[in-house]
């Protein structure tokens, strides 16, 4: 049963870079058919698609955050990782992993984790 | 690319059936048939509930069921249970391997 486990610092500083690393188990990361992905949950507010990544590096930002992303991939690691550069407040929120299967489906997700911003 | 609209809330009895509507654009949900519907209970992670529009995953109840016309999809919740008090999510291919989500619906039963 595929499942992905979200990990990293529960605590950024405004300015500085957000980083989150995914672990996959029971699956391969190098699936032909399968991407990658981060969605974010402000608190208390709605859903967010952030960007996707393919095992062979091939990545795709969500317009509103290009620039400050970077989502990449360690296939002999079984992992994928977001970085996010220049944090606010804004980007306080519960960071998700998910697989993207069949072009649109986001499934299964990881259990989020909560990355606050403050000084 | 601009998020889909839902509405804030949505209710109804047990037993009712409610139907809860994403509205998007040509470029998003009335171009792809790749509309997903999502289920998040409070502090857990959402769970997808319907895809391509009308689809159920293994393990969904067949009391969800989803539509599609024009630039609106719909979920639509039969013989409503207690336990589908939650919020959910729609979300949209948005081409170029983006997605776009809804702001979500409280459903709350009666």
């Known amino acids: 049963q595929l499942q992905l486990q979200e990990s990293g610092p529960g605590l950024v500083r405004p300015s500085e870079t957000l980083s989150l690393t995914c672990s996959v188990s029971g699956g391969s990361i190098s699936s032909t058919s399968d991407y990658w992905g981060w969605i974010r949950q402000p608190p208390g507010k709605g859903l967010e698609w952030i960007g996707s990544?393919?095992?062979?590096?091939?990545?795709y930002y969500n317009p509103s955050l290009k620039g400050r992303l970077t989502i990449s991939v360690d296939t002999s690691k079984n992992q994928f990782s977001l970085k996010l550069s220049s944090v606010t407040a804004a980007d306080m929120a519960v960071y998700y992993c998910?697989?993207?299967?069949?072009?649109?489906?986001?499934?299964?997700w990881g259990q989020g984790t909560l990355v606050t911003v403050s000084s | 690319q601009s998020a889909l609209t839902q509405p804030p809330s949505a209710s109804g009895s047990p037993g009712q059936s409610v139907t809860i509507s994403c509205t998007g654009t040509s470029s998003d949900v009335g171009y792809y048939d790749h509309v997903s519907w999502y289920q998040q209970h409070p502090g857990k992670a959402p769970k997808v509930m319907i895809y391509?529009?009308?689809k159920r995953p293994s393990g969904v109840p067949d009391r969800f069921s989803g539509s599609k016309s024009g630039n609106t999809a719909s979920l639509t919740v039969s013989g409503l249970q207690a336990e589908d008090e939650a919020d959910y999510y729609c979300s949209s291919y948005a081409g170029s391997n983006n997605l776009v989500f809804g702001g979500g619906t409280k459903l709350t039963v009666l």
């Open positions: 990544v393919y095992f062979a590096g091939n990545t």
């Open positions: 391509e529009v009308s």
């Open positions: 998910a697989r993207r299967r069949d072009i649109a489906v986001a499934d299964p």
